[in-house]
Structures are given as structure tokens and as C-alpha cells.
């Protein structure tokens, strides 16, 4: 099994619609969570943190189920432009001999936003 | 802006040579700098972490001898791709954290290598 899942999709929304999918981890020991989005053939970059109150930053909102061990993205009002694939991070605990804490990748969610 | 910063954004190599490419930290030292790799339609994977002044940890599978190493000042770390292959095309990433163990990596614009 692997340590952080993602559905792949693509997920085609259409454009003002909203789309929200998760991200399992299995580690209970994972202590940091961020969403990063990947367009095509370029870097990751940070989209958001996620707390474990949850969080909102505009449109996006993430939340953190530590329960169930899953933190979720939420994208409000899609925009043509957030077409992407969106990449769950997970940070284990630093209690271990990598003091910079083990990062975990998801392999991604596509997104597809239709006109 | 971008705090990391990578060097060439693309490179075509024939078979049998090698290729260094630059990571540099934008406004802060990085003693740890991490280099992925990502095939298409793949998640990225940890190649190696790169220390300042030490010797690199690889992950498992990575070999040190073709995927050499350096991090040789507290802003800039080297990989060198050795006699490349063209299976050794791929996406080349590097990245590092302005913060502490728990904070978000902040990526380089990447490599994209291709191997003839």
C-alpha cells in the first residue's frame, strides 16, 4: 500500500463549478500536510498549508481529518485556469534520523476546468 | 518570487556524455537540498539529499556513481548525470525548505534532460 494515495482522475469540471477530492495517508505519525499544484511540465509549487482547523485562502479550502487519516482540497467557483494536477504532500514525524522529517508524495489528482 | 533557482531549464545530451546541473537557494543558505526525479504521468521521486560540506544520501536504487552529487557552498548544489543513457530522460527537480523540518519545500523551475 502506499504511504500517501491520491485518485488520479482527471476530475472534469466545468468552469464555475466546484471539485474536491482527498488524499489518504497511512502513516498516523505525519505531522505536516500541504497541497502543491504541478501544470504540465513544470515544478510543483506550494498551494496551500494545510491546519488542522482547516483553512481557506480565496477560492481553495483544505481541511485535515486526522481520524480518518485524510485531508481534502476544495476548489470553489473553477476557473479555466486551475486546470493542473494537484500533488499531496505529507511530512512524517521528525522523531526519526532525518531530521529534515520524510516527505511523502501523492502522485497527483488532474484536474481538467471545461468553458 | 522563486527562492530556489535551477540551472539549465532544459538540456539535449547524446548518449555516453554528462551533464551538471545547478541548484541554488535565492536569499537563504540551504545546508539540505533534496533532487527528484519525475517520469511522465508519475509522482515525483526522491533521488538523493544533499548536504553541505558531507557526502549525499542516496535512496535506495539511486546509484551515487552516475548521479554525482555536490553541495559545495550553503546555496548551490550540483548534479551530475555521468554517462547518460537515454532512459536517464526524465525531469530533473531540486528543492529545498526555508524553514524548519516540518516547513513546505520550495522548488527549483527543474531540468528537463533528454538523452539521444
Known amino acids: 500500500r502506499k504511504e500517501v494515495e491520491q485518485d488520479p482522475g482527471p476530475f472534469n469540471v466545468p468552469e464555475g463549478a466546484t471539485v474536491a477530492f482527498n488524499c489518504t495517508y497511512s502513516?498516523?505519525?505525519?505531522?505536516?500536510f500541504f497541497w502543491y499544484r504541478q501544470d504540465c511540465r513544470k515544478e510543483p509549487k506550494l498551494l496551500m498549508s494545510?491546519?488542522?482547523s482547516g483553512n481557506e485562502d480565496g477560492r481553495f479550502t483544505a481541511q485535515l481529518n486526522r481520524a480518518s487519516q485524510y485531508i481534502s482540497l476544495l476548489i470553489r467557483d473553477s476557473k479555466l485556469s486551475d486546470s493542473a494536477t494537484y500533488l499531496c504532500?505529507?511530512?512524517?514525524?521528525?522523531?526519526?534520523?532525518?531530521?529534515?522529517?520524510?516527505?511523502?508524495f501523492g502522485a497527483g489528482t488532474q484536474v481538467v476546468v471545461t468553458p | 518570487g522563486a527562492v530556489v533557482s535551477q540551472h539549465p531549464s532544459w538540456v539535449i545530451c547524446k548518449s555516453g556524455t554528462s551533464v551538471k546541473i545547478e541548484c541554488r537557494s535565492l536569499?537563504?543558505?540551504?545546508?539540505?537540498m533534496f533532487w527528484y526525479r519525475q517520469f511522465p504521468k508519475q509522482s515525483l521521486m526522491l533521488m538523493a539529499t544533499?548536504?553541505?560540506?558531507?557526502?549525499?544520501?542516496?535512496e535506495q536504487g539511486v546509484e551515487k556513481d552516475k548521479f554525482l552529487i555536490n553541495h559545495a557552498s550553503l546555496t548551490l548544489s550540483t548534479l551530475t548525470v555521468t554517462s547518460a543513457h537515454p532512459e536517464d530522460s526524465s525531469f530533473y527537480i531540486c528543492?529545498?525548505?526555508?524553514?524548519?523540518?516540518?516547513?513546505?519545500?520550495?522548488f527549483g523551475n527543474g531540468t528537463r534532460l533528454t538523452v539521444t
Open positions: 528543492s529545498a525548505k526555508t524553514g524548519g523540518a516540518l516547513s513546505p519545500l520550495h
Open positions: 502513516n498516523s505519525a505525519s505531522q505536516s
Open positions: 494545510v491546519y488542522s
Open positions: 504532500v505529507v511530512t512524517l514525524s521528525i522523531m526519526t534520523t532525518d531530521s529534515w522529517g520524510k516527505l511523502q
Open positions: 536569499d537563504f543558505q540551504a545546508t539540505t
Open positions: 544533499s548536504n553541505e560540506g558531507s557526502k549525499a544520501t542516496y
